[in-house]
């Protein structure tokens, strides 16, 4: 399950309005929620049906795009399909894309973006990773490197690596976050 990020409640907050995204990407145990499905207490226009008495994580839950206002409002994840968030773990910015738009992170400006994320990163050891389902594809200033399969929730490091064919990344996986 994906840890998700407890923030204090900013008031600069943006406010979710229209979206749901994050009740479609993330696993959400407590109301038997498979990750990328879309809750079954969720519908477009209403929202959560059970807002009041929704679960600790979906109440802890603030994406970057909602509580830090240097995201450009391009990443409104109705509109960009994709939820960035820090995980708490190991300090990463995950992207997580709507696997109904597999690509989007592809897309203008969002992969240039979060190249330029990256870069503001790496310098702190951080990484970018974007996962499409449990597909994961790190971004570096230069470029993207898939990095196989692994889940969000799994605590890992990503260290550069050199072989013949020039650098690479190998992923030590850690403990996952459980539940
Ligand atoms: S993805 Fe972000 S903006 Fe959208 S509903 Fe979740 S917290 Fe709100
Ligand atoms: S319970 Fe409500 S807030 Fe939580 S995932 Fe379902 S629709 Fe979203």
């Given at each position: 399950?994906?840890?998700?990020?407890?923030?204090?409640?900013?008031?600069?907050?943006?406010?979710?309005?229209?979206?749901?995204?994050?009740?479609?990407?993330?696993?959400?145990?407590?109301?038997?929620?498979?990750?990328?499905?879309?809750?079954?207490?969720?519908?477009?226009?209403?929202?959560?049906?059970?807002?009041?008495?929704?679960?600790?994580?979906?109440?802890?839950?603030?994406?970057?795009?909602?509580?830090?206002?240097?995201?450009?409002?391009?990443?409104?994840?109705?509109?960009?399909?994709?939820?960035?968030?820090?995980?708490?773990?190991?300090?990463?910015?995950?992207?997580?894309?709507?696997?109904?738009?597999?690509?989007?992170?592809?897309?203008?400006?969002?992969?240039?973006?979060?190249?330029?994320?990256?870069?503001?990163?790496?310098?702190?050891n951080?990484?970018?990773?974007?996962?499409?389902?449990?597909?994961?594809?790190?971004?570096?200033?230069?470029?993207?490197?898939?990095?196989?399969?692994?889940?969000?929730?799994?605590?890992?490091v990503v260290e550069p690596a050199?072989?013949?064919?020039?650098?690479t990344f190998r992923v030590a996986?850690?403990?996952?976050?459980?539940?």
């Amino acid at each position: 399950m994906i840890q998700i990020v407890s923030r204090p409640a900013a008031p600069e907050r943006r406010e979710c309005g229209s979206c749901g995204m994050c009740c479609k990407l993330f696993h959400i145990s407590a109301v038997d929620k498979p990750a990328g499905r879309w809750c079954r207490h969720w519908a477009a226009g209403p929202g959560c049906a059970i807002y009041a008495d929704r679960p600790e994580q979906c109440r802890e839950f603030f994406c970057l795009w909602m509580s830090d206002p240097t995201v450009a409002d391009a990443w409104k994840p109705e509109r960009s399909r994709i939820v960035l968030s820090i995980f708490p773990g190991n300090g990463f910015l995950y992207a997580q894309v709507d696997p109904s738009a597999p690509h989007a992170w592809r897309k203008p400006p969002y992969f240039d973006d979060l190249r330029r994320m990256a870069a503001g990163l790496q310098e702190l050891n951080r990484r970018v990773i974007v996962f499409v389902g449990e597909n994961a594809t790190l971004v570096t200033p230069q470029g993207a490197t898939p990095l196989g399969r692994m889940s969000p929730d799994e605590n890992f490091v990503v260290e550069p690596a050199f072989g013949p064919d020039g650098p690479t990344f190998r992923v030590a996986r850690g403990q996952s976050s459980g539940a």
